[in-house]
């Protein structure tokens, strides 16, 4: 189905269906399944609909009381489906709804009255939704996985059992436009799951560069009693995949060091997902920070605002994400937007987020020791070379926009790739 002649390509009633059945992108961000996702679907409609184009994004209702329909951004709403029951339900309770949830999504757009030019499915939970109202409405099929089980499975984890893989390597023989967040990811997808090159797109996603930027941060060091000390910041959901337990291990290892003179403060940001719910991964670490002798060096601030935690990166010294695997590594682009080294594992899309040596250090393989080695290399060095790498990770972050995303994303929509912004952001 094309779309009629036009401006943009789309008529004024038009729109795309991005499909997020298990995560909200108006929920706040770091509880529960809320994290990169939900920024990802978020910004790339808020892109779209500066651009004149009209996004539905479809949630599963968590709450009785939660709207039909809520205004995300300039032409784009997100629509709640009754599937299932109307509360949180755990990742694996999730695959009962999807029937409900199709059901709901087809008699929102059948009455809506709005032509629907591609599908966008998010995760791999909306994958056989997706292929059936794509080919319903004869219209492009666009898939991005965000994680890989297969990936999970190379690293030991393997939480969502047999169906989350079989539904991923559905997605590719059914011929879903496959939306790599990296070269890495395309090639995972090519090696694991045997999709062909032409069936391929990678589009990095990208970073809010107002929202996230070098600010002076002194009035919440004050609040937090920070002053004279060194920080470290993790940000991102408590579960084993993303290795805070690991950061803990570095972090006591670190602060025994003769090298480290300073006082440093360790900051966790972000609540337990699912996965860490059920490992108890907070419990966890506040029992074992007590054990290790830090219960006044590491704070656990629990999910934040995303405008306090641009305030927390731009406060820290160093940003560590010792994740298992990361497809792409959201929050090593961001901190390092606010000028922000980071260390990270050399996993995933993290090696193409972190330029090692000079926005910061990855390291191989998760030896704490090894994390507290980097770590410490970052905050005891000279203020000078400080600076510089507070600088690197600045411009490294410039060339990840949101735009860029957007701009490799509107051909496989079926609209013209030079489509700019419209007059007025309203509509």
């Known amino acids: 189905m094309k779309p009629p002649p036009g401006s943009n390509g789309a008529g004024p009633g038009d729109a795309i269906a991005f499909l997020s059945l298990h995560a909200s992108p108006l929920a706040r961000l770091g509880q529960r399944e809320n994290g990169g996702l939900s920024v990802y679907v978020r910004s790339v409609c808020e892109e779209l609909g500066a651009r004149g184009v009209h996004t539905d994004v479809f949630v599963r209702r968590t709450d009785p009381d939660e709207p039909d329909e809520q205004a995300m951004g300039p032409r784009s709403r997100v629509v709640a489906v009754n599937a ?46 997706a292929a059936e109202l794509a080919e319903q409405l004869g219209v492009p099929w666009l898939h991005t ?36 967040n990296t070269p890495g990811e395309a090639h995972g997808l090519e ?47 408590l579960e084993p995949l993303k290795g805070p337990d690991t950061l803990l291990d570095a972090f006591a290892a670190m602060v025994k060091r003769d090298d480290v003179q300073e006082p440093v403060q360790l900051l966790f940001v972000g609540d337990v997902s699912s996965d860490g719910a059920q ?14 002798g830090l219960a006044d060096r590491v704070c656990f601030l629990g999910a934040q605002p ?35 080294p980071v260390v990270a594992a050399s996993v995933g899309g993290l ?23 980097a770590i410490a290399k970052v905050i005891s060095a000279p203020r000078e070379a400080q600076l510089q790498m507070r600088q690197a990770a600045w411009r490294r972050a410039q060339s990840f926009t949101w735009e860029r995303t957007v701009d490799l994303l509107l051909p496989e929509y079926g609209l013209p790739a030079g489509l700019v912004a419209v007059a007025g952001r309203q509509g």
């Not at 927390?312 to 937007?337: I, K, M, N, R």
């Open 306 to 340: 995303q405008d306090r935690l641009a305030l927390l990166y731009c406060l820290a010294d160093v940003v560590v994400v010792p994740s298992h695997t990361e497809s792409f590594g959201l929050v090593a682009l961001e901190a390092q937007a606010c000028g922000t």
């Open 145 to 180: 996985a965000h994680t890989l089980a297969a990936v999970k499975g190379e690293y030991g984890f393997n939480g969502d059992g047999p169906q989350r893989l079989l539904a991923e390597h559905r997605a590719v023989s059914a011929g879903a436009r496959l939306v790599a």
């Open 84 to 129: 299932g029951p109307a509360r949180r339900l755990s990742k694996h309770q999730l695959p009962n709804t999807r029937e409900e949830y199709l059901q709901g999504v087809r008699h929102f757009m059948q009455q809506s009255g709005r032509r629907y030019l591609a599908v966008h499915s998010h995760y791999w939970l909306t994958v056989d939704v």
């Open 351 to 373: 090696r193409d987020v972190v330029a090692h040596g000079r926005t910061g250090y990855l390291v191989e393989g998760h030896n704490p020791t090894d994390y507290a080695d």
């Open 279 to 292: 490992v108890d991964q907070r419990g966890e670490l506040e029992a074992r920070r007590l054990t290790l």
């Open 191 to 237: 090696r694991l799951y045997g999709a062909r090159q032409g069936q391929l797109v990678v589009a990095p996603p990208g970073v809010d560069l107002v929202r996230f930027q070098p600010r002076d941060p002194d009035r919440l060091r004050r609040r937090l009693k920070l002053v004279g000390r060194k920080v470290v910041l993790f940000a991102g959901r």
